[in-house]
T-cell receptor, first 113, second 113 residues
Framework: DAMVIQNPRYQVTQFGKPVTLSCSQT?????MYWYQQKSSQAPKLLFH???????NEADTPDNFQSRRPNTSFCFLDIRSPGLGDAAMYLC????????????FGPGTRLLVL | AQSVTQPDIHITVSEGASLELRCNYS??????LFWYVQSPGQGLQLLLK??????LVQGIKGFEAEFKRSQSSFNLRKPSVHWSDAAEYFC???????????FGGGTRLMVKP
């Protein structure tokens, strides 16, 4: 069974139209991460939650926001997507007896028209 | 600051041949080291990790990696490559204080029949 579930797998939005990406987990892990990965590049951390504590990377644009209403779910909101925000968005989690290892979801591919 | 270098952007090997992917890291303390594999359009799958102990670690899919502190390296190896191993491979170092990962730039593996 999948540990990290990302919906949708593909998302098409229009320039400037808000979009929300979803991540859920079945493991009750306390740490959740959002990464942005552009073509042929390594994943870039946007922010992470340690339980409900939100940690934003210094260079994450204000256009990107996140919510974690409970342990199982985490959302990435892009308030006004630009063409440069087209990318794969990866959710990852860590916790249980192994806080140091991150397990990734399948990703959501975002296309901005 | 920690950093990871994967010197080879692309590698092509013949099916059945052996494989070694290079990874060099920079980190002040004993690092947590990881190898992930990413197939096109997919998330990252953990192949193996090193935290401490035996410097030769075994992973999934027949992969192994060796930690060499003197060379600051954590190279990934497989004795016989299969066509299904064609993918992008990422080496990462984690800081053991806050489970943040720093990724290398990735190595794209192509497998010739």
């Amino acid at each position: 069974d999948a540990m990290v579930i990302q919906n949708p797998r593909y998302q098409v939005t229009q320039f400037g139209k808000p979009v929300t990406l979803s991540c859920s987990q079945t493991l009750n892990h306390n740490v959740m991460y959002w990464y942005q990965q552009k073509s042929s590049q390594a994943p870039k951390l946007l922010f992470h939650y340690y339980d409900k504590d939100f940690n934003n990377e210094a260079d994450t644009p204000d256009n990107f926001q996140s919510r974690r209403p409970n342990t199982s779910f985490c959302f990435l909101d892009i308030r006004s997507p630009g063409l440069g925000d087209a990318a794969m968005y990866l959710c990852a989690l860590a916790g249980g007896g192994d806080q140091e290892t991150q397990y990734f979801g399948p990703g959501t591919r975002l296309l901005v028209l | 600051a920690q950093s990871v270098t994967q010197p080879d952007i692309h590698i092509t090997v013949s099916e059945g041949a052996s494989l070694e992917l290079r990874c060099n890291y920079s980190y002040g303390a004993t690092p947590y080291l990881f190898w992930y594999v990413q197939s096109p359009g997919q998330g990252l799958q953990l192949l193996l990790k090193y935290f401490s102990g035996d410097t030769l670690v075994q992973g999934i899919k027949g992969f192994e990696a060796e930690f060499k502190r003197s060379q600051s390296s954590f190279n990934l190896r497989k004795p016989s490559v299969h066509w299904s191993d064609a993918a992008e491979y990422f080496c990462a170092v984690g800081n053991n204080a806050g489970n943040m990962l720093t990724f290398g730039g990735g190595t794209r593996l192509m497998v010739k029949p």
